[in-house]
């Protein structure tokens, strides 16, 4: 990789990864894992699928955490305290220091998450060495594939929080963008689908269909990435669906970070 | 890193202007005004005016942060748009921020790789700069504990670490105590030494006049006027006569000696050539012109600063 690219990264890790919300988040995270050991007693049945389903969850949560608080101030702290200024007087393209943000901002994530992922492992493993008999069904690798998939949603909303910071002028349009992104991208697909299935009942107008099919195409269909329900039932994800979703979350945040590129290079930097 | 730029000039702005819209009322600011100015290898040279004069908007389009409306920009005969043009430049913005976690030696290590430096010249040069600056014991401090001073000096290591040709320099001097103040002087003059070519703005004249081989007085967007050195250095041997008052007498021998006279509410400013001096005395005592204090201490440039202002502003 570009040593000049990959310095910006190292330096928005270092920031990112050095920020105390960062340990608030990380705190919040684990006291939702350890509630998880003494919660899961309360249960009489399915103690695997409430574990698993806590601890993935709590993962989720870290990550779009670290997503809307962080990952928007590292981008927007940039621009609105001008640090950029001295960042571009480098020889760096506009395209060049996106990607290199990008990649600091996924190293990031990526370091969050595999915390998050050890805590969670010796809390799962906690509640399986107490509660044998419910565990049965469990599969390690179902975790971590979910886990993985999580970490490709958060990969595209880093790719989405790089976009709208390049359009908007505001950190908290960013953020709110960035939200809203995330709740039609878990959404969209329900929706398509109920209207599809409803298509006789429901008479939609030639307008919002349209703007029905462009939303599904342009938004991040984010539910892909929900794999906890499976991961708790033990039932392991084949690997050409791995493979399918990572495709599809290189392709979409690459599509992103080229359109974001194309837009900063316009813009003045006053 | 080698001067291998030489036979152009460095630094090249051909009939620059631009324009801001405010947000709401689009309104048009014209923030410069057909903006012209060539800087030659190992020179120095300095840009004043007063707040809001486009300083700073001329610095940003040079270093391609802004585009111009109108005209050209060549930096080492590269267009600024292009990220090679700035491979051997550094940059200090005004009032300069850094990131917080980061402590003053990651960030120069950044400066430095994001440069290209050979990785084994990097620590040697971090470690010079830092010791120049008098970092060097808080190298190691995250930079939100900086004071601005420090934050300052460490700005200015972030644009030397490369060694760069062309330095530009926005109000270097912010924010630094008098022994700051005088250890970027000390820099730009050793960057001088060295054949590097400098561009600053600043507030402080005379640090300019005492450093710039040529300055630049901007005001209202425009570049109003350029002195040489020497200029400023004939205007130097000139002394000051403050007085109560001047008789009409005395004011018509001024005007046909040629000296300048700048009358005020409670007294008069007579400035003549340092030889004309005894001739303006025993005028003064001819005329009977009560004589406030005499000195040679005119800060010229600040005069044809505060001149240029006035008469732009009439």
């Known amino acids: ?270 | 890193m080698g001067n291998s730029n030489k036979g152009f000039m460095h630094l090249d702005i051909q009939n620059v202007s631009k324009n801001f819209i405010t947000s709401f009322t689009r309104k048009k600011i014209q923030a410069v005004q057909d903006f012209s100015l060539s800087i030659d290898p190992g020179e120095i040279f300095g840009i004043v005016g007063p707040n809001g004069a486009g300083k700073s908007t001329v610095l940003k389009m040079l270093m391609g942060f802004i585009r111009p409306d109108k005209g050209k920009i060549s930096l080492l005969g590269k267009k600024p748009g292009n990220p090679r043009s700035r491979e051997h430049c550094g940059y200090l913005p005004e009032n300069p921020y850094f990131y917080d976690h980061l402590s003053a030696f990651e960030l120069l290590q950044f400066s430095a790789r994001a440069s290209d430096m050979p990785p084994h010249n990097i620590k040697p040069r971090i470690d010079q700069l830092l010791k120049l600056t008098g970092l060097d014991s808080a190298k190691n401090r995250r930079l939100r504990s900086y004071s601005k001073g420090m934050i300052q000096r460490a700005g200015i290591c972030f644009a030397l670490v490369h060694d760069p040709n062309i330095v530009v320099l926005d109000e270097p001097m912010s924010g630094l105590d008098p022994l700051g103040q005088q250890m970027v002087v000390d820099i730009i003059l050793d960057l001088k030494k060295r054949g590097k070519t400098v561009l600053f703005c600043s507030h402080i004249l005379s640090d300019v006049e005492r450093i710039c081989d040529r300055t630049g007085i901007m005001v209202h967007g425009r570049l109003r006027k350029i002195l040489q050195k020497n200029e400023l250095l004939d205007q130097g041997n000139s002394v000051r006569i403050v007085a109560d008052a001047l008789t009409p007498e005395m004011e018509r021998r001024c005007r046909e000696f040629g000296w300048a006279v700048l009358t005020k509410s409670t007294h008069v400013t007579l400035t003549c050539p340092r030889e004309h001096l005894s001739d303006a005395l025993t005028l003064c005592g001819e005329e009977k012109v009560r004589i406030i204090t005499v000195d040679n201490t005119v800060n010229t440039l600040e005069k044809i600063f505060l001149e240029t202002v006035k008469e732009t502003e009439a």
């Open chain 1, 1 to 270: 990789m570009n040593r000049r690219i990959w310095s910006l990264a190292v330096i928005t890790f270092k920031e990112g990864i050095r920020d105390r919300t960062l340990y608030g988040i990380g705190l919040f995270a684990l006291m939702i894992m350890g509630l998880s050991l003494v919660v899961t007693g309360f249960f009489l049945r399915e103690l695997h699928k409430v574990t698993v389903d806590i601890n993935i969850s709590a993962i989720t949560f870290g990550g779009l955490l670290i997503i809307f608080s962080l990952s928007v101030n590292l981008m927007s702290k940039d621009l609105d305290k001008r640090t950029i200024y001295s960042v571009l007087s480098k020889p760096f393209s506009r395209a060049q220091y996106l990607i290199g943000k990008f990649i600091g901002l996924v190293l990031l994530s990526l370091t969050a998450l595999c915390m998050l992922t050890l805590v969670s492992t010796l809390t799962i493993w906690t509640v399986k060495s107490q509660y044998p008999v419910y565990f049965k069904e469990f599969v390690w690798l179902s975790v971590f594939q979910a886990v993985f998939a999580e970490f490709l949603m958060l990969m595209v909303l880093n790719a989405v929080v790089i976009f709208f910071s390049t359009v908007t002028t505001s950190s908290f349009l960013t953020l709110l963008f960035t939200i809203s992104t995330y709740i039609i991208g878990q959404t969209v697909e329900e929706v398509v689908q109920f209207i599809q299935s409803q298509a006789q009942e429901i008479q939609l107008t030639t307008a919002v269909k349209t703007i029905i099919d462009m939303t599904q195409y342009i938004v991040p269909n984010l539910s892909v990435y929900d794999l906890k329900i499976r991961a708790a039932h033990g039932l392991s994800i084949t690997s050409s669906y791995l493979l399918s979703i990572t495709g599809y979350s290189l392709i979409y945040s690459t599509v992103l970070i080229l359109l974001a590129s194309i837009i900063f290079s316009r813009r003045e930097l006053t």
